[in-house]
T-cell receptor
Framework: QKEVEQNSGPLSVPEGAIASLNCTYSDRVSQSFFWYRQYSGKSPELIMSIYSNGDKEDGRFTAQLNKASQYVSLLIRDSQPSDSATYLCAVRGPLSNYQLIWGAGTKLIIKP | GAVVSQHPSWVICKSGTSVKIECRSLDFQATTMFWYRQFPKQSLMLMATSNEGSKATYEQGVEKDKFLINHASLTLSTLTVTSAHPEDSSFYIC?????????FGPGTRLTVL
């Protein structure tokens, strides 16, 4: 069974520090990887997508993909209290109907 | 860009009634839309995948006769919860696919009394 694993947390990080969120996946042929942010009571919001090995930066966010080790991570620099949310990792394989396999999410708390 | 709307944002209904939820892609055409359900403090659960002009594909354990999905156009999909019961109370969220990414609507909170 295809799985996406995340540490449920909560992960507590001081304001201004770097928050590091990790995700591993089981399907080696997965090709597309996504990070979503979900505030309590709200729907998920796409933060980053990454498709090839290496780093992808967008503002304070950096996604890192290592297909050989089957993990993808999200770094948040200069963490702000507004970054406190649950971060969902999602993976899409090449043959699915664009369905995503979801991790359970990591709850991130940024402490002022 | 890539904005998805959902209506209504919340609804309260009596047990036994039906509720229709609309999902629209506002600035793009979505060949595929997805319907999810999320219970408090739980993960997203995919209910069905909806392709424009064809029947929806339901996930195992989701009753297709209870959760009716219509994807009549490239910008509109609807989910009808028929004969709703209190156990159907949940947060229903749609997403729409543009190229390789999924964008979510704001969700509909359903409470069945």
């Amino acid at each position: 069974q295809k799985e996406v694993e995340q540490n449920s947390g909560p992960l507590s990080v001081p304001e201004g520090a770097i928050a590091s969120l990790n995700c591993t996946y089981s399907d080696r042929v997965s090709q597309s990887f996504f990070w979503y942010r979900q505030y309590s009571g709200k729907s998920p919001e796409l933060i980053m997508s990454i498709y090839s090995n290496g780093d992808k930066e967008d503002g304070r966010f950096t996604a890192q993909l290592n297909k050989a080790s089957q993990y993808v991570s999200l770094l948040i620099r200069d963490s702000q209290p507004s970054d406190s949310a649950t971060y969902l990792c999602a993976v899409r394989g090449p043959l699915s109907n664009y369905q995503l396999i979801w991790g359970a999410g990591t709850k991130l708390i940024i402490k002022p | 860009g890539a904005v998805v709307s959902q209506h209504p944002s919340w609804v309260i209904c009596k047990s036994g009634t039906s509720v229709k939820i609309e999902c629209r892609s506002l600035d793009f055409q979505a060949t595929t839309m997805f319907w999810y359900r999320q219970f408090p403090k739980q993960s997203l659960m995919l209910m069905a995948t909806s392709n424009e002009g064809s029947k929806a594909t339901y996930e195992q354990g989701v009753e297709k006769d209870k959760f009716l999905i219509n994807h009549a156009s490239l910008t509109l999909s609807t989910l009808t919860v028929t004969s709703a019961h209190p156990e159907d109370s949940s947060f229903y969220i749609c997403s729409a696919r543009t190229l390789n990414e999924q964008f979510f609507g704001p969700g509909t909170r359903l409470t069945v009394l």
